[in-house]
């Protein structure tokens, strides 16, 4: 199947409440602790940026974002399992630092699951640093586990 995407354009569109079914799909796809629709739900009531990556009616991925006063917090970005590994998560990436910076943004920041190593190494590769930890900060099967923070200067 994902040969057929090569061929076809893919582009962003803004998450709406009328898409949230499939978007809270991919999302309990991806996650052993998956955002909630209401997550989604209460997100766009606040105005976060919250875009989905489409090919065609295809839902590729997502990201929601809050904007601060010089800075931009990434707070979930996932592409669908089906996808991963394409490239997908790069160019929603560059399509979050070209919003961000059109903001007046100079920084980028996000939390990543200490577990989540193939996280760590796609946000390390387009050049976020790790800045710092938070203890205890995810759900986890046991209890809590910590997260990573990372920042990116745009």
Known sequence: ???????????FEPMTEARLDEVVAVERRAYAHPWTRGNFADSLRSGYEAQLLCAGEVL?????AMR???????????????????????????????WSRGQGAQWLWLEVRTSNVRAQHVYQRYGYRRVG?????YPAEQGREDAIVMSYKL
Request: hydrophobic residues 45%; negative net charge.
């Open 1 to 11: 199947m994902s040969a057929v995407f090569r061929t076809m354009e893919a582009g």
């Open 133 to 137: 930890e938070r203890r205890n900060y």
């Open 68 to 98: 601060g006063v010089d800075e931009v917090h990434l707070l979930n970005i996932t592409v669908d399992s089906a996808y991963q590994g394409q490239g997908w998560g790069r160019v929603m990436l560059d399509a979050l630092a070209l």
């Open 60 to 64: 590729i991925g997502y990201f929601v």
